[in-house]
């Protein structure tokens, strides 16, 4: 999207359109001419992934649009119309369903990546910043589907989730009758929610293209973390990336698949299928599965309002992230003691979200009661969660500042080049030259 263009029209309709409307050189150079850093691994492999993801919902959502009610007396049927008597109408549906799960998932990988290898560090920060908006609208999008079936989950999670505003001070209420367009959860509700809902994945593609841009001015990072420093290091994207991304994508279709044709609710509630009774609320009341690590936080703080302000935080660090983390090395490849924190944090989160899933007064260790102290009891999902949560805010506020300005990193390779040419041993015959070179 900047610098020199390598493109060259060929046909007499290329030089035509290159002048007015110049697109092919945009694609040219946004995914075939693109200089990619040589070792990138499969952990890069999932921005193609996202990109596929986001097409795939999109598509699917717009043919479900086209048969869905959004009315709390139809909405529920509507739903059963399309599984039951449109074309293929289940397979949309599980494709929609599952490709949320999905596209949290691959969005998971590919921030513990950019986590991991500091891809916000500067000059980076904007990218990691439209990555975060692009996360903000992706949970803003998903918990509004979520309700759009009507089904006994949805309603009172919406109930839930939404009175969760109301413990903003003086105004909270306002905008929570505000947002319910009357004084419940009703049909006004699942009206704007449906309408959001279809809006909000086209602005999901248009900062997804901001990203991109904001991609290509900088140029990917890399496992090493060190700038491209000369020609010797990069590859054309196409066919090197373009190859290998084709192959990462199959397999993970493979196990979309697997998903949709095999056990499609496996992810999902099976409360929701159960049509919405206001009269009657679930005996375990919890989002999906993506979103239980926050759930877990919201529910690890006795106080609602500080709650509310905790889970807002845990997505708030992401966004401060480039300036929380003080070291000058980008890699935690070369960071040994930030690296240990780090797979500690990744534990941490998958705790929160089995933290999230269960009942806050059950027992970690089932017949265990010796961790009593005073009145707290500490073989108890709420304890582990907030010990969890103690943890997440301090990675964030603490150990990665701190580290940044005391730990001894590892030497760093000069360039990219040089770590994957110290390995010729390993290595076939040819496999460290130039791809020009390659027999």
Known sequence: MSGHSNYEPKSGFEKWLDVRLPIIRFGHDTIVDFPTPKNLNYWYTFGGILALCLGIQIVTGIILAMHYVAHVKFAFDSVEHIMRDVNYGWLIRYVHANGASMFFLAVYVHMFRGLYYGSYKAPREVLWLLGCVIYLLMIITA??????????????????????IGAIPVIGQSITTWLWGGFAVDNPTLNRFFSLHYLLPFMIAGVVALHIWALHVPGNNNPTGVDVKSKEDTVPFHPYYTVKDGFAISVFLLMFAAFVFFNPNALGDAVNYVPANPLVTPAHIVPEWYLLPFYAILRAVPDKLMGVIFMGGAIAMLFLLPWLDTSKVRSMRYRPTA?????????????????????????????????????????????????????????????????????????????????????????????????????
């Open 143 to 164: 918990f509004m589907g979520y309700v759009l079936p009507w089904g006994q989950m949805s309603f009172h999670g919406a109930v839930v989730i939404t009175n969760l």
């Open 339 to 439: 690296r240990l924190y780090f797979f500690i944090f990744v534990v941490v989160t998958l705790v929160l979200g089995y933290c999230g899933g269960q009942l806050p007064d059950n027992k970690i260790i089932p017949g265990l009661t010796t961790f009593q102290v005073i009145d707290a009891d500490l073989n108890s999902v709420v304890w582990l969660s907030r010990m969890a949560t103690a943890y997440y805010f301090a990675y964030f506020l603490i150990i990665l500042p701190v580290l940044g300005l005391t730990e001894t990193p590892l030497p760093q390779p000069e360039s990219i080049s040089e770590p994957v040419l110290s390995h010729p041993a390993n290595a076939p015959a040819g496999a460290a030259a130039s791809p020009e070179k390659r027999g």
